[in-house]
């Protein structure tokens, strides 16, 4: 066994947690029955995915799908069904690796949790969530880590990842990535928003050595914390509070310098590093630093950077635009969607941060006091396809790269998932290309009563998901049951 695949291992058996095995492993195989039955003599079932057209982010061909328990077991031309087995007709249908959104928030003061926020993604075509393990009280980040693989058991549908709460950074919390690792959960996040992060910086260096040496990824907020606090600072002075000035609070000037940092802290340690939300055109430019030369570098934006701009924070409903950095500019949005395209930018997440409208539009909320962050898990998806596949701005391949294929490089889980080939988990959003439906958040399993998307008609929407060899999601409802999910074990950052 070789160390990969015994950290593997060593995670699955601390955890206490089921990842899922091949059928080889799992399953007896009765030839002269011509059935398949699992170790305790139960059928395993078996889904034949008919005529639909297989879009991978490196590939595009039509074939049919064999799914066998947990795993795609055969890819090939005019597949025979077996007994008992389910055939799906997909001609006319696209074919697609479920989503991995490596970027979501589904605990604390959010309004959803790992079961509405896991259906919401489901219903989306995304079959894997990345989420944060904060701790509670005294808990350390491997205490908080037991608790929430617990979770995921108990109450999710999709299946989930997290990353660990790396703050402070502390040489305590340095020891512990290798353990982090260890359970299959090799990231942390770093704010630099934190008003002591400046002052903090040689411990921000050693974390992120011994980050690297463990195979672990680190993940950045880029906004610099010295920049926001003198800005707050000066528009209160002015009275200038409301949010109508929210834009104007959290200047383009912190990302920049912030995502300065970032990189030069990945160029000096080589750490493995994921740039979340970068929302606009110089952000870009910094984090894409030529100069650098090649590094372990991943970089993320969202939705609200692509269909948005300035313009929608400064209307009568402008609180329910907010997010973490604001909304930027015309040029920005058209930048944001070349990066998606060329490949400056690798991967598509939600940072998903549901609230209720009331909650948003709470009018004592104020530049000083925030309620940042969309839901938007459930349409992530549907919308990129309609207004970038469908208008030509990026590729089928390349709209599976960006919502599924880089994150399941960037955070261990290729080629288990992110890709539909034979020997992988049957992770599958099956979409329809000419389906136009009105987005409505009335249709949407979060607990969040509005969306930004709230009105829009898409075109080219998932009719059936599939986790693990499951349909949990088909024809509009949400089938997969409470305690489905499992957490997603993932391997170390190799270079």
């Not at 608790?147 to 995921?152: G, I, P």
């Not at 997969?480 to 270079?495: D, K, N, Y």
Request: hydrophobic share 40%.
């Amino acid at each position: 066994m070789n160390r990969r695949n015994a950290i593997k291992a060593a995670a699955t058996a601390a955890a206490g947690l089921a990842t899922g095995t091949p059928p080889i492993l799992g399953a007896i195989v009765d030839q002269s029955a011509n059935h398949t039955t699992n170790l305790s003599g139960q059928p395993v079932p078996e889904i034949l995915l008919r005529g639909g057209q297989i879009i991978n982010a490196d590939s595009s061909r039509f074939a049919d799908i064999r799914i066998l328990g947990e795993r795609i077991t055969e890819i090939g031309p005019n597949l025979v069904a077996g007994p008992g087995t389910r055939v799906v007709d997909t001609t006319g249908h696209l074919v697609m690796p479920g989503g991995i959104d490596p970027h979501t928030h589904l605990q604390g003061s959010f309004i959803d949790d790992l079961t509405s926020g896991t259906s919401a993604a489901v219903a989306g075509g995304v079959t894997t969530v990345g989420t944060f393990a904060y701790s509670q009280g005294e808990e350390n980040a491997i205490e908080a880590m037991d608790r929430w693989l617990a979770e995921v058991p108990k109450k999710a549908i999709g299946d989930v990842f997290f990353h660990a709460s790396s703050w402070p950074p502390t040489p305590e919390f340095a020891d512990m990535l290798p353990e982090l690792a260890a359970r299959g959960q090799p990231s942390h996040k770093i704010f630099m928003t934190r008003s002591d992060y400046g002052e903090r910086r040689r411990e921000v260096i050693q974390v992120l050595e011994a980050a690297r040496d463990a195979g672990v990824v680190t993940l950045m907020h880029c906004e610099d914390s010295a920049i926001l606090d003198t800005t707050l600072a000066h528009l209160q002075a002015q009275g200038r509070t409301s949010l109508a000035y929210y834009a104007e609070s959290r200047p383009e000037l912190a990302e920049i310098i912030a995502t300065q940092d970032a990189v030069a802290l990945c160029a000096h340690t080589h750490a493995p590093m994921h740039l979340v939300h970068l929302s606009s055109s110089k952000t870009l430019d910094a984090a894409r630093n030529p100069s650098l030369g090649p590094l372990p570098l991943t970089i993320e934006t969202r939705p609200l950077y692509l269909y948005f701009t300035e313009e929608w924070l400064r209307g009568q409903d402008g609180p329910l635009y907010i997010g973490q950095p604001p909304l930027r500019t015309a040029k920005d949005v058209e930048v944001m969607w070349q990066g998606l395209g060329d490949g400056r930018i690798d991967i598509l997440a939600t940072d998903h941060a549901p609230w209720t409208r009331a909650q948003k539009m709470d009018p004592v909320l104020n530049v000083g006091r925030l309620r940042p962050g969309v839901s938007d898990l459930r349409f992530v998806r549907p919308v990129l396809f309609s207004e970038g596949v469908r208008k030509g701005r990026i590729s089928a391949e390349r709209y599976v790269e960006v919502t599924s294929t880089a994150a399941a490089k960037a955070f261990g889980l290729y080629p288990e998932r992110g890709v539909v080939r034979e020997g992988s988990l049957a992770d599958i959003m099956i979409l329809d290309p000419d389906l136009t439906h009105t987005v409505d958040a009335a249709d949407d399993p979060s607990n969040s009563d509005y969306t930004p998307f709230q009105g829009w008609a898409l075109t080219g929407w998932p009719v059936m998901t599939i986790r693990r060899g499951e349909i949990v999601y088909e024809n509009g409802q949400v089938k997969g049951e409470v305690g489905s999910g499992r957490p997603a074990i993932r391997q170390q950052w190799t270079s």
